[in-house]
């Protein structure tokens, strides 16, 4: 049974930090591509961070770079998001995500959620 599940989520006041971790398992870790995305309420899910398997390629939404960092763990099944600076537009529901490279499939967490107050 593929399980993603998310935790580090909470309430902070702006420009404090919080770590996103994403637990993965049921599936070949090596052979996914991760990502963190985020959905606020009334806007779409946009991409947030995306790492390779072997973390050699690393990606982040524009308004994040500088403030976020993403690591994964290929020993633990782990994937991290660490949130540096958060402002209140950080505010959102962030989502785990596995991408597979080899075949085709694409699994989601349950979500936690990150609350950001002024």
């Known amino acids: 049974q593929v399980q993603l599940v998310e935790s580090g989520g909470g309430l902070v006041q702006t420009g404090e930090s919080l770590r996103l971790s994403c637990a993965a398992s049921?599936?070949?870790?090596?052979?996914?591509?991760m990502r963190w995305y985020r959905q606020a309420p009334g806007k779409e899910r946009e991409l947030v961070a995306a790492?390779?398997?072997?973390?050699?390629?690393?990606d982040y939404l524009d308004s994040v770079k500088g403030r976020f960092t993403i690591s994964r763990d290929n020993n633990k099944n782990t994937v991290d998001l660490q949130m540096n600076s958060l402002k209140p537009e950080d505010t959102a529901m962030y989502y785990c995500?596995?991408?597979?490279?080899?075949?085709?499939?694409?699994?989601w967490g349950q979500g936690t959620q990150v609350t950001v107050s002024s």
């Open positions: 790492i390779s398997v072997s973390s050699d390629t690393i």
């Open positions: 995500n596995a991408w597979g490279i080899f075949q085709r499939y694409e699994y």
């Open positions: 049921g599936f070949t870790f090596l052979t996914a591509a």
